[in-house]
């Protein structure tokens, strides 16, 4: 209940900070109101600028945030339970790296071939997209081969894009990250057992063979690549209802199907030998948990770029609260992800208004301290693990 009232809070305080302040009260008038016409199908009824902002470019943004941050705790709580590792977070299987490099292969056709794309709208993609496509005009010129071939990519780019309703970038950076992670499943398979100890390392491997093809394109691109260092930093900009739309239906798959696995994690928290003796089928849990957090954290990565430590220390954080059972722990995590990641993006967007910081900067700067605590308190004689 805690957590669901801290959550609300930040919904309300999130939505109404910004360049033009809105009192809490006046935004959850606004947000009922909004409400009360989407069920009714009669519209808010609103007209003034203050309720056309919270509803259609701050309500968005919030939502999405919390959206990310939940699925980004949730796959962190189910992969650290899965590897038996405090360690995993979901990016330990390379879909940072496949959407990094997804995402890459994207601003490279948008500066081969700027007049091919269309769509966007999705946050990395709609925010720098443009950017990408105006800065590498000049560069297009000189690139007609390439362009031939880019046309190709963006003609099955769009088809993607259309499928899953997204920009170009995201659609990209989402085929990229969920590529990886089937890569790693096929690399960890060991006579038809899916060895947790190898997927790990696979991950590991897979991640940094990604992480230095997207280096060597940046060196080799040079300026035409410039936009994916903003996106490497994770950023909600342009977020829209589309974009929600995508992820909380996604969101919505992977969560049911861990919230269905809570019994199985608990017993995996004991060991695979443990929960074999408890009636677990081992094997079929381990590929719902693997597609269920690939599935959450690959759509987290498409729209917000690479966010760090929320998948890593939300779910210790809540296993000290709540303790390690599952059925507790997954909605704990999901609330807490969720919060952190709005008070982060709201953060990044008015401590400096106008300018914005990249929200990746955000959670490194208040994940790595409280990381740090974490292992100074294993240190002295405590188990990060069992809190």
């Not at 691109?221 to 994916?228: D, Y």
Request: glycine share 16%; hydrophobic share 60%.
């Amino acid at each position: 209940m805690l957590l669901a009232a801290a959550l609300g809070l930040a919904i309300v305080l999130a939505t109404g900070l910004g360049a033009v302040a809105v009192p809490p009260a006046e935004v959850v008038r606004v947000l009922i109101r909004g409400a009360a016409g989407l069920v009714t199908g009669a519209g808010d009824g609103e007209a003034s600028p203050a309720a056309r902002i919270l509803l259609d470019i701050r309500l968005p943004r919030v939502l999405l945030a919390g959206l990310v941050g939940a699925s980004l705790a949730a796959a962190g709580s189910a992969f650290q339970t899965l590897f038996r590792n405090p360690m995993a977070d979901p990016y330990v299987l390379g879909v940072s790296s496949g959407g990094a490099l997804g995402a890459a292969v994207a601003y490279l056709v948008l500066a081969i071939a700027p007049g091919l794309t269309g769509g966007g709208g999705a946050a990395a993609g709609s925010a720098t997209g443009a950017s990408a496509a105006a800065g590498a005009a000049g560069a297009a010129a000189g690139t007609a081969g390439a362009g031939e071939l880019a046309a190709w990519a963006v003609a099955g780019a769009r088809v993607l894009a259309g499928i899953l309703g997204y920009g170009l970038v995201p659609a990209f950076a989402f085929a990229g990250a969920l590529g990886a992670v089937v890569a790693v499943g096929r690399l960890a398979r060991v006579g038809g057992r899916l060895a947790v100890g190898t997927l790990l390392l696979a991950g590991v491997a897979v991640a940094s063979l990604l992480g230095a093809v997207v280096s060597l394109l940046v060196y080799l691109s040079g300026e035409r690549l410039r936009p994916i260092v903003f996106w490497l930093l994770g950023g909600l900009s342009g977020a829209g209802w589309r974009d929600v739309g995508v992820v909380a239906l996604a969101a919505g798959v992977g969560l049911s199907v861990l919230a269905a696995q809570a019994r199985a994690l608990n017993a995996l928290w004991l060991g695979e030998e443990a929960a074999h003796h408890l009636g677990i089928d081992v094997e079929a849990v381990k590929r719902r948990l693997l597609v269920a957090g690939s599935l959450l954290a690959a759509t987290a990565v498409s729209v917000s770029g690479i966010i760090g430590f929320v998948g890593l220390i939300v779910p210790h954080a809540v296993r000290m609260l709540v303790g390690a059972d599952h059925r507790r722990l997954l909605p704990g995590a999901v609330l807490a992800g969720a919060t952190v990641m709005i008070a982060c993006d709201t953060v990044a967007r008015v401590v400096l208004a106008p300018a914005e910081l990249p929200v990746g900067v955000i959670t490194a700067l208040a994940g790595a301290p409280w990381f740090l605590w974490l292992l100074r308190r294993n240190a002295g004689g405590h188990d990060p693990w069992t809190g």
